[in-house]
């Protein structure tokens, strides 16, 4: 299959999130993946890194390598509300994992806790614990402690991009990334109609979600970043992504250039995690550039 005819089935589906179109946008995507994409790696799962049941992760290193390279940390979404690292019998979200090692780096993706029973800002604090992790433990597993970049789409996205935004929730700490990759994020609560998944992470206090939102913290951040949007994206989620390139640009102190963004042709919300690297992607060689670039 060319990706004119992937990109047709992908709108074929349409822009609605829900179970169906998740379940539907897997269904295309798996068949393109190399079923070998794992072999000559080394995965080490379910590493616990706080005393929750959901704080786990799991590590991507190559079988021979030495010495220790930059860590690619993927927080997956899920509405707030679901969603997990890795689900037995499935290649996703292995298969960023295998990506970044094949790429010459090392991977890292976590599960964190969910809403309801854990509210904002249970998200931020889950990947602060990560971080911290990798700062102590990392080196033993082949990760650059000072060389990580922050991935989250979505619900993941929100949580990547607050994690940012807040580092109050952490005491004012340095946040410790060489940079932050965003797919179709959440970054204004309060300008976002919002749904039950994100009142149960949020609240139903509408006055409390301008302060929760990142978009003032994010938009200031010297950061690098990488955003992306995709062309079947609910609109909702589009209009997330322009209002904080605006906001960015509006609060540039100099004559700066707003952060690296795509528009991701052919993908729709779910996709754009799940089929990088495949053929025609147009998110994974930016990735590898911007990894390469800020390491």
């Known amino acids: 299959m060319n990706f004119l005819e992937y990109a047709a089935q992908i709108q074929a589906i349409g822009r609605e999130i829900n179970p169906e179109t998740l379940k539907a946008t897997r269904a295309i995507i798996e068949p393109l993946l190399d079923k070998s994409m794992l072999d000559g790696l080394k995965i080490t799962r379910d590493l616990k890194y706080g005393n929750d049941e959901r704080h786990r992760l799991d ?38 994992g295998a990506w970044a090692v ?41 990760l650059d402690a000072d060389r990580i970049f922050l991935m989250g789409q979505s619900a993941g996205g929100a949580h990547a991009a607050g994690y940012i935004a807040h580092p109050k929730i952490y005491d004012g700490a340095d946040h410790g990334l060489a940079g932050a990759i965003l797919l179709s994020g959440v970054y204004d609560f309060e300008a976002m109609p919002t749904t039950p998944m994100e009142e149960a992470y949020v609240g139903d206090n509408e006055l409390l ?56 042709l052919g993908q729709n919300h779910l996709s754009a995690a799940l089929y990088l690297g495949l053929q025609d992607d147009q998110l994974a060689p930016q990735l590898k550039r911007f990894i390469e670039e800020y390491s």
């Open 102 to 142: 094949k790429n010459g780096f090392t991977g890292v993706n976590m599960t964190y806790r969910l809403a309801p029973e854990n509210p904002w800002p249970a998200g931020i604090e889950d990947i602060r614990a990560v971080v911290e992790w990798i700062k102590n433990k990392g080196e033993d597993y082949g």
């Open 209 to 264: 979600y301008e302060e929760r939102s990142s978009l003032e913290g994010l938009a200031s951040t010297d950061l690098p970043l990488l955003l992306t949007m995709a062309e079947y994206d609910p609109a909702k989620f589009q209009a997330q992504t322009i209002q904080f390139l605006s906001k960015y640009w509006y609060g540039c102190k100099s004559e700066e250039t707003l952060p690296r963004h795509i528009f991701l």
């Open 59 to 96: 590590v991507f290193t190559d079988e021979g390598s030495k010495g220790i390279k930059p860590v690619l940390l993927f927080v997956h979404g899920g509405g707030f509300i679901a969603g997990d690292k890795h689900t037995e019998g499935s290649p996703f979200y292995s298969n960023i």
